[in-house]
């Protein structure tokens, strides 16, 4: 027999007790209409559904994705701010593909919702893809600096041991990349293809970053 996990059975009898309590709710127009509300910033839908008792950690069928993560990714910002206060709300669901809603918004450089996921506790560091990886990837070194501070792991190894430092370099962030190394963050790893960081800059033409990459290679006597 398989385990259920508490957060699911705590959906389950949360449900189950809309429809005991509120039998004219329908589930699904109710699922619809949260997905939908969270999509448009329509924060006055989803305070109603919040109100009359629809759990606030739903996660949809077509990625897995939450509402919080949903609001996040479109910019509805008010809505972000009615779910991220919900007394039940649960910070760290991940979507299907692993993304988090404070992944998501470190790669949108939406430092307010980051700001405020930090201060309400967000997990920093976890398995695989990381916030920090996110933040590297879209050059956004005020919210890789708030991370970093928050204790992100600076060479946090992807499922494929790519670090954002990696990222950082192969996306062309110099800036960041400067960051991350000045933060510790380690020149010489290689992930499971065996590229490094410099490998990463240097298959994207980035030559400012491969220049900069190889002196420090040189200065530490690493190459």
């Known amino acids: 027999m398989h385990k259920v996990s508490h957060s699911l059975l705590r959906r389950l009898r949360m449900l189950a007790l809309v ?3 509120l039998p004219g709710f329908s589930l699904a127009g109710a699922f619809e209409d949260f997905f ?3 999509k448009i910033d329509n924060v006055d839908e989803i305070r109603s559904l919040l109100k009359r ?3 606030p950690n739903l996660v949809d069928e077509e990625r897995g994705d ?3 993560i949903i609001a996040v ?3 509805s910002m008010r809505v972000f701010d009615a ?3 919900a007394p039940d709300i649960e910070l760290d669901i991940g979507a299907r593909n692993g993304d988090t809603a404070l992944m998501i918004a470190a790669y949108k450089g939406n430092r307010a919702a980051v700001e405020t996921l930090l201060a309400k506790g967000a997990a920093v560091r976890r398995p695989g ?3 920090l990886h996110y933040a590297a990837a ?3 070194n005020d919210i890789a600096r708030m991370l970093i501070d928050k204790g992100a792991i600076l060479n946090a190894p992807s499922p494929n041991y790519t670090t954002p430092l990696m990222m950082a370099a192969g996306e062309g962030h110099i800036m960041t990349v400067k960051l991350l190394l000045d933060s510790g963050a380690e020149l010489t790893l290689r992930n499971e293809h065996g590229l490094s960081a410099l490998d990463f800059a240097a298959r994207n033409g980035h030559q400012d970053i491969v220049e900069g990459l190889t002196y420090r290679l040189k200065r530490a006597g690493k190459l």
Do not use: F, I, M, Y
């Open 19 to 21: 429809a005991v309590c």
């Open 36 to 38: 939908k509300a969270a």
């Open 53 to 55: 008792g629809l759990d």
């Open 66 to 68: 939450t509402g919080l």
């Open 73 to 75: 990714r479109e910019g």
């Open 83 to 85: 779910l991220v206060n």
């Open 129 to 131: 893809w990381t916030p």
């Open 138 to 140: 879209s050059g956004h």
